[in-house]
Nanobody
Framework: QVQLVESGGGSVQPGGSLRLSCVVS????????MAWFRQAPGKKREEREG???????????DYADSVKDRFIISQDNAKNTVYLQMNRLKPEDTATYYC??????????????????WGSGTLVFISS
């Protein structure tokens, strides 16, 4: 059974950095796309935004325009962990961040509705 556990959220001032971690267990294949989604306060589940994606088999990545050049998604296979390094944070980055995985695919998947495994989320709050 696949399980995802996020950590690393917290409160930081604008311009600061945070690194989120997602520890993965129960995964038995590299044919996996993993992603970080975020849901801003007051937004509905349908409005959850994908911010970064990584295909485990190849390491290919992609980012939402809103975070490109500020966020970096990476993987450490030895630790079964996917990271999201977030730099130059802005108030609009405030959200609950979720790690997600979809198994048995061969490319990056951007639609949240195709992801079948989710963590419980970690809150990131940007405020001066």
């Amino acid at each position: 059974q696949v399980q995802l556990v996020e950590s690393g959220g917290g409160s930081v001032q604008p311009g600061g950095s945070l690194r989120l971690s997602c520890v993965v267990s129960g995964m038995t294949t590299d044919s996996v796309c993993m992603a970080w989604f975020r849901q801003a306060p007051g937004k509905k589940r349908e409005e959850r935004e994908g911010v970064a994606y990584i295909y485990i088999g190849s390491g290919s990545t992609d980012y939402a325009d809103s975070v490109k050049d500020r966020f970096i998604i990476s993987q450490d296979n030895a630790k079964n962990t996917v990271y999201l390094q977030m730099n130059r944070l802005k108030p609009e980055d405030t959200a609950t961040y979720y790690c997600a995985a979809v198994v048995g695919v061969r490319w990056l998947v951007r639609s949240q509705w195709e992801y079948d495994h989710w963590g419980s989320g970690t809150l990131v709050f940007i405020s001066s």
